[in-house]
């Protein structure tokens, strides 16, 4: 028989979406299931259930060299939270599963509770459980339960063609970091050892003027992607318009790399991109700040392209340019 | 600075412990945090919710030499049911995370996750959602959140001095199927590789007249130790009512090593210990049948024994002893 690998049949999305479709979802209150930031779930007649896991993987997600026990903590609960809050919600409860080395010092673990713990409380998150297990890596595995106002619920699929693309925040710092890191060279690598979620607060009152929303975990373009596969459109990305961290533009000029390609295709910024129609925009801006225009939703057969002010160029699929060298197995 | 290693301070429930008591519990909705099989949050005035997270860990939980893909899936799927019914409670919705080896193939996933669906779907339990990963071991992890009526919730923290200890089916039959696996004689392994939980409307009925119970993942003589340590008492276990499953004894023989000790320290059968008051026995025995009488819960000061007929002995504490031997990393 032939044997297929996963990345022959298009990654890790289409490996899920394939595995989801086996399951008969007869559950009235799943309102949604595989396929955006959080799973939502029928609370009651106002609210509604958010529910989302990420698994932390040693030199894949994080690396002992670069990471403080306490930063590890701090980046596995920012990263859960940010799916919360981009789809309008807060976190209220956590579970954590851990496999740890048997070489595992309590300092280590103290410290890593003190990041979990510290930026748990700045979001009112509960840390109600967990397992502890034994492996050769370090693993962490955060779920998170929030909840949703229903009005206030954003999803990847409410987009539609007309709306304008924006995007909170500056990009591309994370991956600078990384690859300043990878590469041996001094630099600015704080956005990548010390990710931060977009608060609570920030996210609830984008939902109110937004359509789609999405968090940037995977870079501007796979995260535009999401937005147009499962809302059914196409979109242009104004590529002279992605806001640019300073620390990107710095990285790029020390390692003759694009800063636009750390934006696009780096990720773990947890900035927030959503769709908004255009009246919309001055309304939000006066209780929300801190978004750029980046682009627009076309209708599906437009595609998705990216434009730099003379030429349209197709969004390359890859985040994986950018990721943490594997050592082989 | 002196390092301490997390076995100094007293192994994984130590570290808990620890680890858990830094985070101030404020929230009156959190009935149980850390420190039971679920967390137990206020759902409405009829019930709670419980959650429940397990990490399983290639070469720790399973080795990939002994189980098939399928059965992977289905002990990820049973081991956290366990936990559910063992607190008198029904699962519904479950979110998976992976870390997967670069190498690993569709035909591999297509598998595992028709263990996961068909384990799932006996227990009428959904997966909403997960997080695909990498790494150089295959990860898995399940959360998953369950309901249960505000009557039939049963915890730890039950039991009184007087009650009689039962356990439900028979014991050690995966900790006699590992053995034998790692000393490599044949015979009968399926209690290992095909774990089960009970059902639900087993732990159901069980919990109308229970006071405090617990599932076995880690010993008999482990899980009376939780009961005792969260509910303040001592307990007595009768060493020779034990009920030992056929394929222990013969492994046990096979192996010339004691199937109580399988029982006691080895874990996974995923039973279900209970107390309950002498007189509600036989009401129980009415509606389900398969339970041993094995120990009785006594007052705190006379600690926590194994009786032989002849002798107390103390519970050791290890379930160590059985584990996968780990691979030098």
Tied chains: 1, 2.
Aim: contains cysteine; negative net charge; aromatic residues 6%.
């Amino acid at each position: 028989m032939v044997k297929v690998k996963i990345s022959e049949i298009g990654g890790e999305f289409a490996l899920i979406q394939r595995l989801t479709e086996r399951q008969r979802m007869d559950d009235p209150r799943v309102i949604k299931g595989v396929g955006d930031d959080c799973a939502v779930l029928v609370r009651d007649e106002e609210s509604h259930w958010l529910l989302t896991t990420d698994m932390m993987v040693e030199n894949d997600h994080f690396s002992l060299k670069w990471f403080t026990p306490q930063q590890i903590g701090k980046k596995l609960v920012e990263c859960n939270v940010s799916d919360i809050v981009s789809m309008g919600g807060r976190p209220i409860w956590g579970v954590i599963s851990m496999s740890l080395p048997q070489s595992t010092e309590l300092e280590f673990m103290d410290d890593l509770y003190e990041g979990i713990y510290r930026a748990s409380s700045k979001y009112g998150l509960k840390i109600v459980g967990g397992d502890t297990t034994h492996g050769s890596r370090l693993v962490l595995n955060l779920t998170l339960i929030g909840e949703v106002k229903r009005e206030k619920l954003r999803c990847r699929d409410m987009a539609e063609p007309g709306d304008i693309i924006c995007v909170t925040g500056k990009l591309g710092g994370s991956t600078g970091g990384l690859r300043l890191l990878l590469k041996g060279i001094s630099g600015d690598i704080d956005k990548h050892v010390n990710p931060v979620s977009r608060k609570i607060e920030e996210g609830e009152a984008i939902s109110k003027y937004a359509k789609a929303m999405i968090d940037v975990s995977d870079g501007l373009g796979s995260e535009v992607r999401h937005i147009c596969e499962e809302s059914g459109t196409g979109a242009v990305i104004f590529k002279n318009n992605i806001p640019l961290s300073t620390s990107a533009l710095s990285a790029a000029e020390s390692l003759s790399e694009s800063a636009y390609d750390y934006a696009l295709y780096g990720g773990e910024d947890f900035e927030l991109v959503f769709t908004i129609s255009e009246e919309d925009i001055g309304p939000l801006r006066m209780e929300f700040k801190d978004f750029t225009v980046i682009g627009k939703i076309l209708e599906k057969e437009k595609g998705l392209h990216i434009e730099d002010g003379e030429r349209l160029f197709p969004i390359e699929s890859g985040f994986d340019h950018f990721k943490y060298e594997h050592e082989n197995t």
